[in-house]
């Protein structure tokens, strides 16, 4: 018998009899009051930052001068301007020196200041973290109370990747001390569209 | 038994200072739990949820695992089975041999500890990199992970400084953790972008859909996985939970319990390879059947490796990760440890003083301290206590089944000890290492209580 077979029905022969699954009711969870505020009061407190715009006129002024700097600078946001395709099929060395990257999330998470990024949000999947610096695009009406209705707006499945990114890259490895900036991003800025 | 967890916290805690600090720190982080809980009114509900969700699991295991492979398949996934560590390496080795690979990186994966990946590649002569930070600092140190969280969590930054200035050539004396990190950043980005294979190991796996959950602060899982041509998902077949909403459950209580974070940085989902990339998945049993079968034991399947009850416990505080000698230190491992080999851990669940705080912190409800109370019945049953405690307690289930000679033995101990004190008080008595003994009194409760009794509840 192979070693697939064996597991399983060792598994069969010895897991208990069924038991039902139970039913999450989502009334009996946390909402907020103010679910931006919330949302930016976490984000904040783990190294994040948020900044909420009237709309995107302002942003864009920022991304024209982010690309005239002369640094690499990769922009996923449609709204922004032209989108950077070449990112697709670029290959890690390359992206080792991208500096700035702007994506667009499906939704933020007022409970844990996380935002949703589908693959095709990223252009290609080693992007948000490889990059020095993050720029996450959100709409303010997209801010879900908590995990539970961010899973009920997003279908994991859909797409071949997907993340929750809460703010930038960390570690506290070293006697407990927080480090902002580990292997990916070291900042990471939420920008709320009213 | 050739090293017990008495003598491996003994050397320990010949270091007081550095025994008070370690005990701190993780007091600070489990201090982080309860002010991360105490912020969500649901908390106890979670916590139900969650344990509920993983009894089902547990008593559907098998559909759900074939459910998984055939959507993962589906998803362009490989799919292995291991039935034990030797088979988790070969398979994983195979997969290195065909495809002549040469840079490996390795995100923190518990199981693959627990499998001895590293030693078994080593004999091959091929180098994994651990590039979570802590794992790096002791993989560069020729050590274990103390912590499945906090690898590192039993060095100070003296020691860090030290690791990379041995290793990465940083400043001699720099103990700054920014910088300490900044270079460790340098040195795996460099082996993140030359990586042709990554391993990973698996937080959740959802049989509904066929993907998997990876949970980082860093990013390391995905520096790795999304470079290399190759990515290798470690899972124990425990990981898998029944559906995608599930995960909102339990991607609130994990981060939040294991070091006070509402979430960790990146939760990954990886449901299928990107073009031109192969994903594998090797499922491994690894005994854990075995502990399904225990029905006093199978509980302890239902953890998701938080390690709030490694902060919490007073014994693993005060005698460091080390001093459990496995992969999994701290309350739960002292449970899953004895499954895996019983002789080899019958010292760890007498490794606990019982108080339940493991218990009362555990995001899925698992009944850590009773299980560690029942593994003590079925070790001494099965022979494994050591000799002295036997004779001991032996010699104690003689003297407490015969009264009279009980209070004999209690008169004449109580006058020993207070005429000739050193007979209990010298180094052949274990009861007196590092601890006073206690002033003995002129009579027994019982004497007193035959004389005062009677008054007193009139």
């Not at chain 1, 690499?72 to 449609?78: D, E, G, R």
């Not at chain 2, 091959?124 to 990199?129: A, G, L, S």
Request: glycine share 6%; net charge neutral.
């Amino acid at each position: 018998m192979s070693a697939r077979e064996n597991i399983l029905n060792a598994i069969a022969t010895n897991q208990p009899s069924l038991v039902p699954l139970p039913v999450i009711e989502r009334n009996a969870v946390i909402d907020y009051e103010d679910r931006y505020a919330q949302f930016k009061t976490v984000l904040e407190s783990i190294g994040g930052k948020v900044k909420l715009i009237q709309n995107l006129t302002e942003l864009k002024k920022q991304f024209i001068a982010d690309k005239a700097s002369g640094n690499f600078v990769i922009n996923a946001v449609a709204d922004l301007g032209e989108l950077d395709n070449q990112v697709a099929s670029m290959q890690a060395s390359d992206m080792e020196k991208v500096e700035k990257t702007y994506i667009k999330a499906t939704l933020g998470v007022a409970e844990n200041g996380a935002v949703w990024v589908y693959e095709s949000q990223m252009q290609n999947r080693l992007l948000p973290f490889i990059c020095q610096h993050l720029i996450i695009v959100i709409d303010k009406k997209d801010i879900v109370a908590t995990m539970h209705q961010a899973y009920e707006s997003i279908d994991v499945a859909k797409e071949g990747f997907g993340a929750f990114i809460a703010g930038p890259s960390k570690t506290a490895d070293i006697e407990q001390s927080l480090v902002i900036g580990a292997h990916g991003a070291r900042s990471a800025t939420v920008y709320v569209v009213e | 038994m050739k090293t017990t967890h008495s003598k491996l916290a003994e050397k320990f805690i010949a270091d007081e200072p550095r025994t008070d600090w370690h005990d701190e720190t993780l007091w600070f982080v489990r201090e982080k739990r309860d002010k991360a809980a105490h912020g969500l009114p649901e908390w106890e509900q979670l916590r139900e949820w969650a344990s509920q969700i993983k009894n089902h699991t547990l008593s559907n295991l098998s559909d759900y695992l074939k459910e998984f492979e055939e959507k993962a398949k589906a998803n362009g996934i490989i799919v292995h089975w291991a039935e034990n560590g030797a088979e988790h390496n070969k398979i994983i080795h195979g997969i290195i041999q065909r495809h002549k690979i040469q840079k490996i990186v390795k995100s923190k994966s518990m199981l693959t500890e627990e499998c001895h990946l590293n030693e078994y590649l080593q004999q091959y002569n091929i180098e994994v990199v651990d590039t979570d930070l802590g794992e790096r600092i002791v993989q560069f140190r020729k050590e274990p992970p103390s912590h499945i969280v906090l690898p590192a969590i039993h060095l100070k930054k003296e020691d860090v400084s030290a690791t990379f200035h041995e290793h990465l050539g940083t400043e001699k004396g720099n103990n700054d953790p920014q910088y300490l990190t900044e270079a460790a950043r340098q040195h795996l980005r460099d082996k993140f972008v030359q990586s042709e294979l990554a391993i990973t190991g698996v937080n959740f796996a959802v049989a509904e859909t066929g993907g998997f959950v990876v949970c980082t602060n860093e990013g390391n899982a995905d520096m790795g996985a999304h470079t290399a041509a190759i990515h290798i998902a470690c899972m124990g077949f425990e990981k898998i939970i029944p559906k995608a909403e599930h995960l909102g459950v339990f991607l609130r209580l994990l981060a939040r319990s294991a070091t006070g974070q509402p979430i960790t940085t990146y939760s990954s989902h990886f449901q299928k390879p990107r073009p031109g990339q192969e994903m594998h998945i090797v499922i491994v049993d690894n005994g854990r059947s075995k502990q399904l079968s225990r029905e006093d034991f199978r509980n302890s399947l239902k953890c998701i490796r938080c390690a709030a009850c490694f902060n919490t416990c007073p014994v693993y505080r005060r005698s460091g990760g080390h001093s459990y000698h496995t992969a999994v230190a701290g309350p739960i491992g002292s449970i899953l440890n004895p499954n895996l080999d019983m002789k080899a851990n019958a010292d760890l669940p007498f490794a606990s003083t019982l108080c339940g705080s493991c218990t009362n912190v555990c995001p899925v409800k698992i009944n850590i301290h009773e299980q560690l109370w029942k593994w003590r019945q079925v070790i001494a049953a099965e022979g494994y206590t050591d000799a002295t405690k036997k004779i001991g307690m032996n010699a104690m289930a003689f003297l407490f089944s015969k009264p009279s000679l009980y209070r004999f033995a209690g008169k004449w101990g109580r006058w020993m000890m207070r005429i000739f004190p050193f007979v209990t008080n010298n180094k052949l008595n274990i009861w007196y290492k590092q601890r006073e003994m206690p002033e003995s009194p002129k009579e027994s409760f019982r004497d007193w209580y035959l004389k005062n009794g009677k008054i007193n509840r009139n």
